[in-house]
């Protein structure tokens, strides 16, 4: 047999673990472990501080999860929470912004001002972000679409908005 002591990536979501000055991903919801693995991967490619998730995701250790992440669970600072009021709340009490990523009827990203510390808010993939839950944040942001489709997968857009939030601070 194989026996083995393994060590949880995840860390408490408390104030000593998080950088007041830092930039989060906070995921809420977030059901296809595809579409997880892929954002822990472009979290750690663009810098992100850390990623948050509501313990409503998809399972950290999810064997998909950690294979397309491609390692990135072990660069990453993660944090699972048991609700999304208890994240917005914590940000709050630092003085992190926190962005809801909506379809419509928000800023456009690439004229948000993302220079300050501050979380994203990406929600569910069929359903988006609860409204109650982008009522918490302090901000709306939406990627601006054009043509005939209305939104993006969670993974894609995700990945949009961390490279404006990473490429070079103020757009507007």
Same mark, same amino acid.
């Given at each position: 047999?194989?026996?083995?002591?393994?060590?949880?990536?995840?860390?408490?979501?408390?104030?000593?673990?998080?950088?007041?000055?830092?930039?989060? *991903?906070? +995921?809420?919801?977030?059901?296809?472990?595809? @579409?997880?693995? $892929? #954002?822990?991967?472009?979290?750690?490619? %663009?810098?992100?501080?850390?990623?948050?998730?509501?313990?409503?995701?998809?399972?950290?250790?999810?064997?998909?999860?950690?294979?397309?992440?491609?390692?990135?669970?072990?660069? *990453?600072? +993660?944090?699972?929470?048991?609700?999304?009021? @208890?994240?917005? $709340? #914590?940000?709050?009490?630092?003085?992190? %912004?926190?962005?809801?990523?909506?379809?419509?009827?928000?800023?456009?990203?690439?004229?948000?001002?993302?220079?300050?510390?501050?979380?994203?808010?990406?929600?569910?993939?069929?359903?988006? +972000?609860?409204?109650?839950?982008?009522?918490?944040?302090?901000?709306?942001?939406?990627?601006?679409?054009?043509?005939?489709?209305?939104?993006?997968?969670?993974?894609?857009?995700?990945?949009?908005?961390?490279?404006?939030?990473?490429?070079?601070?103020?757009?507007?």
């Amino acid at each position: 047999g194989i026996y083995m002591i393994v060590f949880k990536v995840d860390l408490p979501f408390v104030a000593e673990y998080i950088d007041k000055n830092g930039k989060y *991903l906070v +995921l809420d919801n977030l059901q296809d472990p595809g @579409n997880l693995g $892929t #954002l822990l991967r472009t979290a750690d490619a %663009v810098g992100v501080s850390g990623v948050v998730m509501t313990d409503n995701c998809v399972d950290l250790y999810n064997p998909k999860v950690v294979r397309s992440a491609m390692g990135s669970t072990t660069r *990453l600072d +993660l944090f699972v929470v048991d609700s999304f009021l @208890n994240v917005a $709340t #914590l940000f709050d009490e630092l003085g992190i %912004v926190t962005n809801a990523a909506v379809v419509r009827d928000g800023e456009n990203i690439t004229e948000f001002d993302f220079d300050r510390p501050c979380a994203v808010v990406i929600g569910n993939e069929g359903k988006g +972000l609860p409204k109650e839950h982008s009522d918490i944040c302090k901000n709306r942001v939406t990627i601006s679409m054009h043509g005939n489709i209305e939104s993006l997968n969670a993974a894609c857009a995700g990945t949009i908005i961390l490279w404006e939030m990473f490429r070079g601070g103020s757009h507007g």
